[in-house]
């Protein structure tokens, strides 16, 4: 029987190895110098100004909302076909999510819908929007920050799927996912079915010097050592608590693993680039929908998404070939929780028909080409 074939997986190299287990022998565990310098090194990355790094992708946007005072008076909108972390962080505020449906050529949220329905609304109903740049697809932000800006919203890109991915805007400059220009704060997860693995481990990134400065304080109880910012002095030993914060740190176990995997970033971008290209040749002529770029936007490859008319049956087929495909996402809407709220999954036509369809079948960096052979035959055999 060949090898269970999972749909992600990470790859941890002995070099990374080395620089977790020097970490382990050095002064700090946690807060220490492996955070500046994975946050700079991200922050590089991505081409942004601040970085933050954090407990888990979850956590940074909790700290993002708490910053951008969501509280039980905000109305936030945001994708149904998302992890259920992007609409929680709304809840753990007490504001309420709201989802706009997405668009069936992209399966990203429809910004005509969010048009709509802001036209549709007094101003001022609306204090933000959480787009995701749903499997690595990056959302047209040079367009969703224009509308933003005309109805007074601030932006949080959930990029959890998306480090490496860009598109170019109007003016033909390249915009990186997470790089602050489009939206004021941007997360990203380091999960270990993500690009970048830590274990557990979150970044947000962002332009804004006083949400930086903000999220910095977020992160640690909201207590501060900075003499700029004491209110008093009562001597060496004194800080202060200013803001109710979270313990929301990363370790420098994970900082060093996370630092380590960012040098790999690139390689492992281009090859699941080189796998996508691969299964968009090999379903060409078959019955099976994907969803291709739209000129310009550089897709990132976290998820390889094929939409096919009997997704059980095929599922169930994969798996007695120890292939084990996974549904991103239920529509969150669909939830046992959101509907007590009072949510009707309904109201969401092309998510609920997208759910129906939807299959991600094996992505990662480390697959090989006698894998993804093989994979490609027991789908074929399966889905014409
Ligand atoms: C993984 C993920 C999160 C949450 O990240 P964690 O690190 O698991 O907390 C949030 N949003 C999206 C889109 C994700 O894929």
Known sequence: MQQAIPYGKQFISEEDIRAVTETLKSDFLTQGPKINEFEEKFAAYIGCDYAVAVANGTAALHLSAL???????????????????????????????????????????????????????????????????????????????????????????????????????????????????????????????????????????????????????????????DHSLLHENHGGWYYEMQELGYNYRLSDINAALGISQLKRADEGLEKRKAIAKKYDEAFANSSIKIIKPAEGFNHAYHLYVIQVEDRKGLYDHLRRHNIFAQVHYIPIPMQPYYKQLGYNAEHYPNANDYYEKCLSIPMYPTLTGQEQNFVIQTILEFNK
Not at 108 to 117: E, S, T, V
Not at 152 to 175: M, N, R, T
């Open 67 to 225: 910053a951008l005072n969501v509280n039980s008076q905000s109305k936030v909108i945001t994708t149904p076909i998302t992890f259920a972390a992007s609409a929680n962080c709304v809840r753990y505020c007490g504001g309420e999510a709201v989802f706009v449906d997405i668009d069936a050529s992209t399966a990203l949220i429809d910004i005509n819908k969010i048009k709509a329905l802001l036209n549709a609304s007094p101003k001022g109903t609306y204090e933000g929007i959480i787009p995701v740049d749903f499997a690595g697809l990056p959302v047209n932000l040079e367009a969703l920050h224009q509308l933003a800006n005309e109805y007074g919203l601030w932006i949080i890109e959930d990029a959890c799927h998306a480090p490496g991915g860009y598109f170019i805007d109007s003016k033909g400059v390249k915009q990186n996912c997470g790089n602050g220009v489009y939206a004021d704060l941007a997360i990203f997860s380091f999960h270990p079915v993500k690009h970048i693995a830590c274990g557990e481990g979150g970044m947000i990134t962002t332009n804004n010097k006083a949400l930086y400065e903000s999220l910095l304080l977020l992160r640690t109880h909201g207590i501060t050592k």
